[in-house]
Structures are given as C-alpha cells and as structure tokens.
C-alpha cells in the first residue's frame, strides 16, 4: 500500500464536492419539475465510497451500480451534463433519455449499467470476470449495490460462483444503514457483512466511510488481490443524509439521529483533513468549491434547454441497429383499416 | 351510505376490514408495516392490526412469496406485495411453479389460498423496470386468479373478495389510480367475483378493457358521442375468471369490437381477447377486432416516450373513428 500523497486527498476531495454539488443540482432540476419523474435518490453522504472506490480502480476496469449511483458514476469521470440530461429524460443524456437516473451507463467508461431492481446488477460482475479471464483483458469488475441488497439471495449465488472460479471480482456494499425506511438491524440479524463473504472464500473488509483515504486503501488492496484472482468484498459504512428517493422526508426516523448521522461527512472530513494538515488553504478550497459549484449550474441549464427524444426513437435499441424494428401499434392498425376501406 | 374515497383509500379500508374479519389474515413484504407501504396501502394498519400481521421483511422477493405459499399451506391467509408488478421477474418461480401448481400436483389435497397484491402501469416515468403491465404473464399461468380494478368501489370489493378465494389471486392496482377520488357506496351489494361491468352502453361499438384504460376508454366514448358514435366499455375487472359471456353479448349485439390494453401488443390481453371475440362471434362482426394496445417497446424514463408506448384516450377515440367512418 503507497501512503497518500498530498494531491491524493485534494482529488479525493475535489471527486466527492463534485459528486456533494451535482447531487444538490438533482434535487434542484427536481423542484424546478424538470427532472424526469421523481425516483432520484441522492447519494449525499455517501460520497467517500465511491470516490475512494473508483480511485482503485483501472481504466480497464468495469462495474454495475445500484439505483444510488450517481456519485460512483462521476468518480469514474462522467460528464454531468450528460448525466443531468438523462436525469432530466433528453436526448442528450447518456442513454438517449431512455435509461433515466435509475439506468445509467456507459460502456466506454466500464459503466455496465445502474439498475432499479435491488441486486439486478451483481450477477453481471461474474459474467465481466468470466470475460476478463477469458479474453485477458486484466479488468476487475465491481459491483456496488446498497446494503438492502445484502438481503437478496442473488448475491450470495454470485459471491460462490466468485469464489469458486477465482474470478477477478470485487462487491462494494454501500451501508447507508437504510433501505427505504427499513433500518439495517431490522432487515438483518447479523450486521458484519464481511463476515458473509469470508465465509464464501472470498477477501472481506469493513470500512468507515468517514475518511475517504480509508476506503480508498482498503479499495486497493481488495482490488489489486482482484486482479490477482482472488475475489474480495467491502462494505463502506456510511449515513444516507437525506430520505430514499426526493418525495420521502424520513418520518421513520429521528431527526436526533438524523443530525447525529450527518456529522459523520465525508467532504467536510476531507476539507478539515486537508486544512489541518497544511495540505491546502481553506481560500484555495472556498475557490474550488466555488468552481465545481459554477460547473454543476451550467448541467442544469444544459438539462433543461436539451430537447426530449423524438417520439419515434422510441422504436430504436429494443434490438440492434439494422435488426427489424418493432412495428408500431398504429401500423398494425392503419393496415387493418386500409384493408377494410379497400 | 355514499363516501367519497380514493382508490388508495379503499384498497387500505379492504384490508382493514379483511383483517379485522379474519385474523388468520397477514400481510407481509416491504415497508407494509412501519412506512405503511411505498404507495401508502397500508398506513397505519400497523398500528391497528400489530406488527405480528403487518410484517416488514428484508429485500427478498422470492422468499416473500415462497413464504405466502407456505403460510397459505398451512391456515394463514396470507398477502403477500411486491412493491412493483416488475419484480415479478424475481418471484415468478414462486408463483408460477409452486402457488399456481400445487393444488394440481397434489391431487386437489391442498390449495394455496394466498394475494399477491402489486402495482404496474406507466404514469410516473419510473422507467424501463418499474412501469410495465405484465399481467399477461400471470394470465398465461394457468392456477391464478387475476383481478385488476380500474374504480374505487372495486379497489374496495375485488381486494375483499381476493381474501375469500380457495385459489391464489394475483391483484394487480394501476399506480396512477391511487390518487382517484370517488363517490362510493359501501353499504350496496358489490357486483360479484369474475363478473364484467358495463361502464357505458352504446349500440356503434364495444371497446373491451380493464384497469386504468377503462377511464381512456370512457373518456375517449365521450369524444366520440360528440361525434354521433356511441360505444359500449365493458370493465373486464377481473381476468381471470374471464366473464365471456358479457363480452360476447355486446359484441354480439353491436357488431364492431376494439380491446384495449396497456400491456405490450404481442402476445398480451389483448391478442387473447381479440382471438377469442374473433372464433366465438364471427358470425356477428362486421369487421375485425382492433387491439389498441401497448407499443412492443420496454418504457422510457422521458415523459414523452413513455407516454407514447401506451394507449391514450385520443388513441382510443382515433381508431374507434375510424372503425365508424
Ligand atoms: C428487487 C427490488 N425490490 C424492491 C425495490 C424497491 N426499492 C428500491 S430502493 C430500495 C431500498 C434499497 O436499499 P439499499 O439497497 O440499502 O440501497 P439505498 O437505497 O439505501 O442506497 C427498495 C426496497 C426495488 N427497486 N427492487
Ligand atoms: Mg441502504
């Protein structure tokens, strides 16, 4: 493990402003009624995992995210104005406006795809394994999912199969101590997660999310015994800040622990980290957030004035480019009727 | 007594009642107890019925329903509810390979008198995987009942009638319903189980449809009365049992057939009712029966495209036009 070098933290802190700032902006394009639909959950407070994660990571490397996955996503050098618009349902977005914020991806940065179905993306990672061994593309895929879908049978299928084949593989769970407004102790017995995945044979590690340096560690070592052939799993514990998706106000819960559970702030820790050590200035620090702050305004604007899809993309990427297209409803229709005027 | 109630309301009231009338009823899945279920359903019955009947569990769809077969074997009358219809991907061994068969393997000795209750429907750009109409497959899984309401009354009466059924019933609500409002009288003989409505008669057309296309179907009959063209829309309700018989004597009557769906065209219920309007009233069509039904496309999260794969009432109110001109 190298020790962190100076700039290691400023980019770390820089990644997760980027992803704290761009996530305020979703619930910004929300309010304004110009995001698509209202199933957008924000990973506010939760973004030292994926800044530390993706730090580890490859540019070979590939991974699936849950529905909270914004933040992986920029960390792994999204552009967010692409992402806004898909969050805003345009054409301009990743995924034409198809995908939305819950079905996001991009094949030229790894990213297989987020998914609305708790633990639907994990099974992938075994598959992008199998293609690495395969075809020696020295990758590791990761799967980040939430620690609801540590409730999922599927991932303990996949996490054998990992373990059985070797394969270069890493599960990330993102312990944000909820599922909906189901708190993890009232989902699960026994809460050391890693403890499930040494039992499968594979390497298991439990990290405070706090200090994003510690993920990132953690993330290397995991990954690095990955890309060996050994498979690894990691659970970063960190607080969901706010309610699920932007409609839910946490009724569920206490607004003592929700205070309590805010102090424990990735980007706030990092800024503090990086001031008391003498790393950087808080003036310099004030300047960057002002300058990532100005850079997510301008995903809003590009969101907004993006046009929708035009209403016969619908038919495009249910199969591939030059297949048969579906035929429309109306077709089917007109040609009934033309039939019987004749 | 007339209240007026929203279908959220009555679908919460049905098992209040249900419950308070039959304690070996259970609801189990996630978020029904604490959170009062992700559309609300089931608010505050935790605090009426406990949580040993309200029972919140982990995010595990297949043990859920695996779990309401067993407990629908062995004297509990359990509802079971996933969330969102789509997540019938996960579960659907469950229902289809244990809670549909069993009774038929067994010999009759045992049945699995258990609800799954769920939503589905386009309406709140969710996308791809929580928006689609997927009752098809449960109506091609024979040893399922299948009820959809479309009006408040039914939200009340099918779900309380679900809860009575030897057989296990799939009961599917439209999640852009539960927010309707209206007048209901509860105290009023509710229509019986697997028996069609007829929301409005007419002699130029019958449009046969169920769950939220019936109100595009009324208001597309609106428009078109406008025009001189009076239709019949017949509420199938539930979809299994099928009521035929109401179909076929309207169709019989009138001559000119269109159903309605939002599921996918292809092989859907629509493509079943029409081929059955098609082989059992021949003699009586003047032309063929028309499937308005959803495009065979997945759903988009962009509010245009979504709206465009799925049945409108201007839709409905154009090719029905056109069926008269
Ligand atoms: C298979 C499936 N079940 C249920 C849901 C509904 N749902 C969406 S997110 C969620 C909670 C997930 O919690 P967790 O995995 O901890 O992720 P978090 O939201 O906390 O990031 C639930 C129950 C779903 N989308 N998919
Ligand atoms: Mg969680």
């Known amino acids: 493990m190298d020790a962190p070098v100076n700039t290691n933290l400023l980019e770390l802190y820089r990644t997760m402003r980027r992803i704290r700032t761009f996530e305020e902006r979703v619930g910004e394009l929300f309010v304004r009624g110009q995001s698509a639909g209202s199933m957008l959950h924000l990973s506010i407070g939760e973004e030292s995992s994926a800044a530390g994660v993706c730090a580890a990571m490859k540019p070979q490397d590939t991974f699936t995210t849950h529905h909270r996955g914004h933040g992986i996503f920029l960390a792994r050098g999204a552009d967010p104005k692409r992402m806004m618009a898909e969050i805003g349902g345009k054409e301009t977005g990743y995924c034409r406006g198809k995908g939305g914020s819950m079905h996001i991806a991009d094949m030229a940065l790894g990213h297989l795809g987020a998914n609305a179905i708790v633990g639907g993306g994990i099974p992938a990672v075994i598959g992008a394994g199998l293609s690495s061994r395969h075809l020696k593309q020295d990758s590791v895929?990761?799967?980040?999912?939430?620690?609801?879908?540590?409730?999922?049978?599927?991932?303990?299928?996949?996490?054998?199969?990992?373990?059985?084949?070797?394969?270069?593989?890493?599960?990330?769970?993102?312990?944000?101590?909820?599922?909906?407004?189901?708190?993890?102790?009232?989902?699960?017995?026994?809460?050391?997660?890693?403890?499930?995945?040494?039992?499968?044979?594979?390497?298991?590690?439990?990290?405070?999310?706090?200090?994003?340096?510690?993920?990132q560690a953690a993330a290397r070592w995991l990954v690095d015994e990955a890309r060996a052939g050994k498979p690894g799993f990691l659970s970063v514990e960190v607080y969901r800040f706010f309610g699920h998706a932007r409609m839910d106000k946490s009724p569920y819960r206490e607004e003592a622990e929700e205070l309590e559970g805010r102090k424990k702030d990735p980007v706030l820790f990092a800024r503090n980290k990086l001031i008391d050590t003498g790393i950087e200035e808080e003036r310099i620090l004030d300047e960057l957030d002002k300058a990532i702050a100005a850079e997510m305004d301008a995903t809003i604007d590009f969101a907004v004035e993006s046009k929708a899809p035009p209403l016969g993309s619908m038919f495009k990427d249910v199969y591939a480019a030059g297949e048969p297209e579906p035929e429309s409803v109306r077709a089917r229709i007109d040609r009934v009727l033309a039939r019987d005027d004749a | 007594m007339m209240t007026s109630m929203t279908y959220r309301d009555a679908l919460r009231k049905a098992l209040d009642d249900a419950m308070t009338d039959d304690s070996s009823i259970v609801v189990i899945g996630e978020e029904v107890g604490r959170y009062g279920g992700a559309y609300g359903v089931t608010k505050d019955l935790i605090k009426i019925h406990g949580a040993d009947r309200l029972i919140d569990t982990p995010i595990s769809e297949p043990a859920i329903v695996g779990t309401a077969v067993g407990a629908a074997m062995t004297g509990l009358r359990p509802v079971a509810e996933l969330m969102y219809i789509d997540f019938l991907g996960m579960t659907m061994d469950q229902l289809a390979n244990q809670a549909a068969k069993i009774r038929y393997m067994f010999g009759g000795q045992i049945g699995v008198p258990m609800v799954l209750r769920t939503q589905g429907g386009t309406g709140r750009s969710a996308g791809a995987q929580h928006s689609q109409s997927l009752e098809a497959w449960v109506m091609h899984t024979p040893g399922l009942r299948l009820a959809m309401p479309a009006t408040v009354a039914d939200a009340y009466h099918l779900l309380r009638q679900s809860l009575t059924k030897p057989d296990p019933v799939v009961f599917i609500e439209h999640k852009a319903l539960y927010t309707r409002k209206e007048e209901i009288d509860l105290d009023a003989d509710p229509l019986p189980w697997g028996k069609a409505a007829v929301r409005r008669q007419g002699d130029d057309l019958v449009i046969v449809t169920y769950s939220r296309q019936v109100f595009y179907a009324l208001e597309a009959a609106d428009a078109l009365a406008r025009k001189g063209i009076e239709a019949t829309v017949i509420d199938l309700r539930t979809l299994n049992p099928l009521d035929f018989d109401t179909v076929r004597e309207h169709v019989e009557r009138?001559?000119?057939?269109?159903?309605?769906?939002?599921?996918?065209?292809?092989?859907?219920?629509?493509?079943?009712?029409?081929?059955?309007?098609?082989?059992e009233c021949f003699d009586f069509l003047e032309q063929p029966v028309l499937r308005v039904a959803g495009e065979d496309i997945p759903i988009s999260v962009s509010q245009e495209l979504e709206s465009g794969s799925v049945p409108s009432a201007r839709m409905i109110a154009d090719v029905a036009a056109r069926m008269m001109a």
């Open chain 1, 141 to 215: 895929s990761i799967a980040f999912f939430g620690d609801g879908a540590m409730q999922q049978g599927i991932l303990y299928e996949s996490m054998n199969m990992a373990s059985l084949w070797n394969l270069p593989v890493l599960f990330v769970c993102i312990n944000n101590q909820y599922g909906m407004g189901t708190r993890i102790d009232q989902a699960t017995r026994n809460t050391a997660f890693d403890q499930r995945a040494k039992a499968f044979g594979l390497n298991g590690a439990v990290v405070d999310g706090l200090d994003v340096e510690e993920v």
């Open chain 2, 254 to 279: 009138v001559g000119k057939a269109m159903v309605v769906s939002e599921g996918v065209m292809t092989s859907g219920v629509a493509a079943e009712l029409a081929a059955r309007i098609s082989e």
